[in-house]
């Protein structure tokens, strides 16, 4: 059905607006409006229902939302429970972020695609403004003839009366949205083949995708594959640059590591003894950050057994395990600093050796605090903590 | 529209309740003061930085108009002014405020600070350094307020911004970011000086603009309904100040969650501890009221359109977020300086009558400045009342 409109031309929008409310006062039916944005209280002035678009965007994004919601619970509570952080599998605020970006990425798209399939946009479909200028600073109002009695002359004037810069008369064929002739037949054909052509790239990469299907026994196929292997030797591959072929080179023989010197003792009661006589606590009882230092060592790693004061009291010796000797009574008082030191890196009875915790800084260090709990009388170095 | 036409006119009844709400305000605050003597200071910081924030807000929105160049809102620009020359009068008692209580905060007694933090804090946490910056802060914002307010004056005669306001607003706005950042940090978060959040600058800066914006809603509507907007304000632009609201609320909320997750994710003591003292105990429930009048009510009445073209709804949405902010601010403040549960009692209610009462005269006789230099125009799109008017039948 061929449909004889009107097709009138505004350059402001006010116009537009002005000359709807006065073609709708004189009765005449409104075909459509065109506009390049959004026209605030053009659609009350038309009269027409509320656009449903913004329904569409709730519900898209309110699917989107609770489909987030869903797919995190069930990927960190129910198919691979994942302890992050000591938290609960289930933790809300852990999911809002995605939950959030659901709803956005949901509720833009579905917007959009609401809008095309509201307006019949569908791939390959070209569409030509109705008159120039409608995508960008132009507005233009459609005024149908519904019956003999229309006087087209008279509703010209009334449109020109609003100031419509252009009015022209057109037969509109079908009562789809009314888009215009195609101006230019051979591009248009031009367009609509590309889109195919594109339409098929897309099927045919997405079929590859199918075929090609990786086989996750097999590396993958390197493309431009200079970074993934690098030309330096690693520590651990062979190298024909060295005697013993080996990239990673021993050290030299009787080479000390850095701030470590060996200890030149054996593991016994006698050596103990020995290294009491040899050996000096290279710190002095003056010295405040040392005894900061030993304080914090005694009581990170001595207290358990040996108790804050040194008494043999600590936790784990109240709960049963073999009580030390005193620290601050007795034979402990007599031994020199060397034989207690020989002690800590030692260990000696139900004392295990402390070397592998304490550097040789650290031992001399608690030396120095148990010296200070020997003699209460002496001022305590400031830090230490009961 | 000629200038005889826009003369303020408001019953003087309007004006007779301010006074009243400010004096039984004050007095109220003054009594509680005496009979609770250790909620008196935070109530009174809670009070200045409230109204301080108001006239932020009113500069915001005018430097975002200035540099977006938005036209939209020009028929009614003397609300947003007179919010904003109500930042001269607010500043000083802010000032006299936070030097006079500076005791009250932890820091300036010298042990709280001495073991626990770095260098850092403490030297930034100097009583002198602290006054200092208090005072250049506000000096600087007065020094926009003001600025700004006599490059607006000389702009009504243009079409638009001049280069004045527009360089003006691009400055306030750089040095607003950094200056309220840092003032933010030193007057609210260093209430528990061991606590630190990034964001919480940020944070208050939705609140600020939050607030603004409901102020400027409620304003421009009641204007409208019994003032010189009477004609001037269209159901669109009513509309486009819903829509602002709206999105407002959603940043507030957004920055409030960074600032929550980020701490409840990493778990770390001295994080928390600031959340740890409001989740719990009877503060749990203004917490969460917090959220629901800031956001989540607000966010549900106002996603219909038909809401945001209602002056009603918009008053109603309005008065509940501009509560919202009292309690937003309520909830940084008083539950690291007093006690271990929220109490509203003669202090709370007469800092608001005051607040309410104040800084309603104040915006009345900036209105009335204002609309001698900027008189009311219709917008441009002022010929679509009429269609409005018509389509409304």
């Known amino acids: 059905m061929s449909k004889r409109t009107l097709v009138a031309v505004f350059e402001r929008e006010a116009d537009l607006v002005r000359a709807v409310v006065a073609v709708r006062k004189a009765g005449l039916r409104i075909g459509d409006v065109y506009a390049p944005y959004a026209v605030h209280g053009l659609d009350r002035a038309l009269g027409w229902r509320p656009s449903r678009l913004s329904w569409a965007c709730a519900f898209s994004g309110l699917a989107g939302a609770i489909f987030m919601l869903w797919f995190q619970w069930w990927t960190s509570a129910v198919s691979w429970p994942l302890n992050v952080g000591g938290k609960p599998w289930n933790s809300l605020p852990a999911f809002v972020p995605i939950i959030f970006e659901g709803m956005v990425l949901a509720a833009g798209l579905g917007t959009v695609f609401a809008l095309l399939v509201v307006a019949r946009l569908r791939p390959g479909k070209i569409t030509t403004p109705i008159a120039p200028g409608l995508m960008d600073d132009r507005f233009a109002l459609l005024v149908e003839e519904t019956d003999a009695a229309f006087d087209a002359v008279a509703v010209s004037e009334l449109l020109r009366g609003c100031h419509a810069v252009e009015v022209s008369e057109r037969v509109l064929e079908d009562d789809s949205p009314p888009l215009g002739e195609a101006r230019d037949a051979a591009r248009t054909r031009w367009r609509r083949r590309l889109n195919y052509v594109l339409l098929l790239v897309l099927a045919v990469v997405v079929a590859m995708n199918f075929l090609a299907l990786p086989n996750p026994s097999q590396p993958n196929r390197e493309f431009l594959p200079d970074m993934a292997h690098s030309p330096a030797y690693t520590s651990e591959s062979a190298n024909p640059n060295f005697p013993d072929g080996e990239t990673l080179q021993r050290p030299v023989l009787g080479t000390l590591v850095q701030g470590q010197m060996p200890l030149h003792y054996a593991a016994t009661d006698d050596e103990a003894l020995r290294a009491g006589r040899e050996l000096h606590n290279p710190l002095s009882a003056k010295d405040v950050h040392a005894g900061e230092r030993g304080a914090l060592v005694f009581q990170t790693f001595c207290t358990p057994c040996h108790g804050g004061g040194g008494q043999g009291d600590g936790l784990v010796a109240l709960r049963g395990y073999p009580a030390p000797p005193s620290l601050v009574t007795g034979n402990t008082t007599k031994m020199p600093d060397g034989q207690l030191f020989h002690i800590i890196t030692y260990g000696r009875v139900n004392m295990p050796s402390q070397s592998g915790l304490l550097s040789p800084h650290d031992r001399w260090a608690a030396i120095l605090h148990i010296r200070s709990l020997q003699t209460p009388a002496a001022p305590k170095p400031t830090g230490a903590k009961p | ?393």
């Open chain 2, 1 to 393: 529209m000629n200038r005889e036409a826009v003369v303020m006119r408001v019953s003087p009844k309007v004006v007779r309740w301010l006074w009243a709400s400010a004096v039984v305000g004050g007095l109220a605050l003054a009594l509680g003061g005496v009979l609770q003597p250790q909620r008196l200071w935070p109530n009174l910081l809670l009070l200045g930085f409230l109204s301080v924030g108001f006239g932020l807000g009113g500069l915001l929105l005018i430097a975002f108009r200035d540099l977006t160049g938005a036209r939209w809102n020009d028929s009614f620009r003397c609300v947003r002014e007179a919010m904003a020359s109500a930042l001269p009068w607010t500043a000083p008692v802010l000032a006299v405020i936070l030097i006079a209580g500076l005791s009250s905060y932890p820091w300036s007694q010298a042990s709280t600070l001495a073991e626990e933090t770095d260098w850092f804090k403490r030297w930034w946490l100097e009583p002198e350094f602290f006054t200092t910056r208090t005072i250049s802060y506000l000096a600087i914002w007065v020094g926009f307020a003001v600025s700004m307010a006599w490059a607006s004056r000389r702009e009504a005669a243009h079409d638009g911004p001049t280069r004045t306001s527009i360089r003006l607003s691009a400055a306030f706005l750089v040095v607003f970011s950094l200056t309220f950042w840092l003032a933010s940090a030193d007057w609210i978060m260093s209430l528990e000086p061991t606590w630190y959040s990034t964001v919480f600058g940020v944070y208050n800066f939705g609140g600020v603009l939050l607030s603004a914006q409901a102020a400027v809603t409620l304003l421009t509507v009641w204007l409208r309904q019994r003032g010189p907007l009477r004609n001037v304000v269209t159901r669109d632009q009513l509309h486009d100040l819903g829509t602002l609201l709206l999105s407002f609320s959603c940043f507030w909320m957004y920055i409030w969650f960074c600032q929550y997750m980020l701490i409840w994710y990493t778990n770390i003591p001295e994080e928390t501890s600031h959340y740890a003292s409001r989740i719990h105990g009877l503060w749990a429930p203004l917490f969460y009221a917090n959220i629901a009048i800031n956001w989540a009510i607000p966010f549900a009445v106002l996603l219909p359109r038909a809401s945001k073209e209602s002056a009603g709804i918009l008053v109603k949405v309005s008065l509940l977020v501009l509560v919202g902010r009292w309690l937003d601010v309520y909830l940084m403040i008083l539950p690291s300086t007093s006690g271990d549960a929220p109490a509203i009692g003669l202090c709370e209610i007469g800092a608001m009558g005051l607040i309410v009462g104040a800084l309603g005269l104040v915006f009345l006789h900036a209105l009335r400045k204002s609309l001698q230099f900027s008189p009311v125009e219709p917008s441009r799109h002022a010929d679509d009342t009429p269609v409005s008017a018509e389509a409304r039948r």
